[in-house]
């Protein structure tokens, strides 16, 4: 399992949207918000079956990752009290799983989340899976004068 603080955590847990960044293989990025389940190792996001212009392996974020499987993930909080801001960042690596065990704890996970998948099976769709090589944070409240939220000496800007 990765290292993170306790309320880096809390945040990854307790939010419901984040946002995915990938990169294609010309390095030109990519930014879209993505529904997720964590599981403390790996990060899980669906293709699900919401409507979408393209099919679900013409999807940039899929492209991208087949071309180049570094990806970020951004979860925070924002406030007019900016002593109330913070934002958890993920990066790793994706892949795309259609089958397997991780496919299984994937969908498992993403059901037990979000109530709208019992309406629109997971079972037979692709899911990311993320694995974390780092994850950093940065809090107006939660540290302790580190710009760092992770402790690890990272000196991430807040917003």
Same mark, same amino acid.
């Given at each position: 399992m990765i290292e993170m603080t306790a309320w880096e955590q809390a945040l990854i847990a307790d939010h419901r949207v984040a946002r995915l960044a990938t990169v294609d293989a010309t390095g030109q990025p990519h930014v879209v918000p993505i529904v997720f389940a964590f599981d403390g190792s790996r990060l899980y996001t669906p293709i699900d079956a919401k409507p979408k212009r393209v099919g679900a392996y013409q999807l940039q974020r899929v492209r991208n990752i087949q071309a180049n499987p570094h990806v970020a993930i951004v979860i925070d909080d924002y406030s $007019?009290?900016? *002593? !109330?801001?913070?934002?958890? !960042? &993920?990066? #790793? /690596?994706?892949?795309?799983?259609?089958?397997? =065990? $991780? +496919? @299984?704890? #994937?969908?498992?996970?993403? +059901? @037990?989340?979000?109530? !709208?998948?019992? @309406?629109? =099976?997971? +079972?037979?769709?692709?899911? &990311?899976?993320? /694995? =974390?090589? *780092?994850?950093?944070?940065?809090?107006? $409240?939660?540290?302790? #004068?580190?710009?760092?939220?992770? #402790? *690890?000496?990272?000196?991430?800007e807040q917003p």
């Open positions: $007019e009290d900016w *002593r !109330q801001l913070a934002w958890v !960042q &993920i990066r #790793g /690596t994706a892949r795309l799983v259609e089958a397997g =065990p $991780e +496919h @299984a704890t #994937g969908v498992a996970l993403l +059901h @037990a989340k979000y109530s !709208q998948y019992e @309406a629109m =099976p997971l +079972h037979d769709r692709p899911i &990311i899976v993320i /694995t =974390p090589s *780092r994850i950093t944070g940065w809090s107006g $409240e939660k540290t302790t #004068g580190s710009r760092s939220g992770s #402790g *690890r000496g990272s000196r991430e």
